[in-house]
């Protein structure tokens, strides 16, 4: 008897989704302003995180943020970086 992943299901034969994935493939994401949760405050990490990125590109923004505008921000500021 072989042993099976409890994880996988042996008759899906699609890819599993995958988190961190540089070219995802299914539609997981999703903009912003569709998020459920996205008009509550901005999430410690995500704050951090445009910190770090807002300081890079010599930006100040706003500590009152949404979820979903600092989505955008972190967005935004990540595209800038990849084009300088």
């Known amino acids: 008897m072989s042993e099976q992943n409890p994880h996988c299901d042996s008759d899906h034969t699609e890819a599993p989704e995958t988190l961190g994935n540089p070219t995802p493939e299914t539609g997981a994401v999703r903009d912003p302003e569709d998020w459920v949760t996205g008009d509550e405050p901005a999430t410690g990490p995500q704050k951090s995180y445009l910190d770090t990125l807002a300081r890079q ?4 923004i706003s500590a009152d943020l949404t979820k979903a505008e600092a989505s955008e921000h972190i967005d935004r500021l990540q595209g ?5």
């Open 80 to 84: 800038d970086a990849e084009r300088s």
């Open 57 to 60: 590109a010599g930006e100040e």
